[in-house]
């Protein structure tokens, strides 16, 4: 299996741009959480998905965030409009059972910078 | 304020060296993650502890759970540049509310 999947890799946008990052989660599994990762706040949870249903957004900053999980295979995190603080590297991971002590697989990460 | 907190925030030792990071809380958890994180990539479980006092070893790492289910502890025995990376802890209260605490830096020096 290739693990999770995202795109881009490094995104650099000016302020006020719509930004749109993706994810491939493991083919089989039924979670997806978006994280954000920064030195000051380290690694938080943004929102989760089961079956493609969103469970918990109650870590999305603003309405700005906004996230989609049309099918089991792909989901979309989208900022808009983007601000400097948005700057942060974003996560994706997929876990077959859950987070409650179940392993999570994460992506390699998507790093933002908004000029 | 850190749910989690992680101690120390950054360690630096020579290869070879022993080294403990910690874990700690006043909440209790359920259940208790560690993950290792190396630059460009996303973290790596290492471990799961659930029960209080539990101990778990994976080679040359052991890993404890507080006998409160509120702190947990990573030993690392004769460290090697390979453990170079970032550690985080991750407590579980339910199913899914989860928290990472900020981490642990660790660089091991040839």
């Known amino acids: 299996d290739a693990g999770v999947i995202q795109s881009p890799r490094h995104e650099v946008t000016e302020m006020g741009q719509e930004v749109t990052l993706r994810c491939k989660p493991i083919?089989?599994?039924?979670?997806l959480f978006w994280y954000r990762q920064t030195m000051m706040r380290g690694l938080e949870l943004l929102i989760y998905?089961?079956?493609?249903?969103?469970?918990?957004d109650s870590g999305m900053p603003e309405d700005r965030f906004s996230a989609k999980m049309p099918n089991a295979s792909f989901s979309t995190l989208k900022i808009q409009p983007s601000e400097p603080r948005d700057s942060a590297v974003y996560f994706c991971?997929?876990?077959?059972?859950?987070?409650?002590?179940?392993?999570?697989?994460f992506g390699p990460g998507t790093r933002l910078t908004v000029l | 304020t850190q749910l989690l907190e992680q101690s120390p925030q950054f360690l630096s030792i020579q290869e070879g060296e022993n080294l403990t990071v910690y874990c700690n809380s006043s909440?209790?958890?359920?259940?208790l993650q560690w993950y290792r994180q190396e630059p460009g990539e996303g973290p790596v479980l290492l471990v799961t502890?659930?029960?209080?006092?539990e101990v778990k070893k994976l080679k040359r790492l052991t890993f404890q759970f507080g006998d409160a289910r509120k702190d947990s502890s990573l030993h690392i025995t004769a460290a090697q540049p390979g453990d170079t990376g970032l550690y985080l802890c991750?407590?579980?209260?339910?199913?899914?509310?989860?928290?990472f605490g900020a981490g642990t830096r660790l660089t091991v020096k040839p």
């Open positions: 991971a997929s876990s077959s059972r859950g987070a409650g002590g179940n392993e999570q697989f």
């Open positions: 083919s089989g599994h039924d979670y």
């Open positions: 998905f089961n079956n493609n249903v969103p469970i918990d």
């Open positions: 909440s209790v958890f359920s259940s």
């Open positions: 502890v659930v029960t209080g006092g």
């Open positions: 991750a407590g579980f209260k339910n199913n899914n509310d989860m928290r």
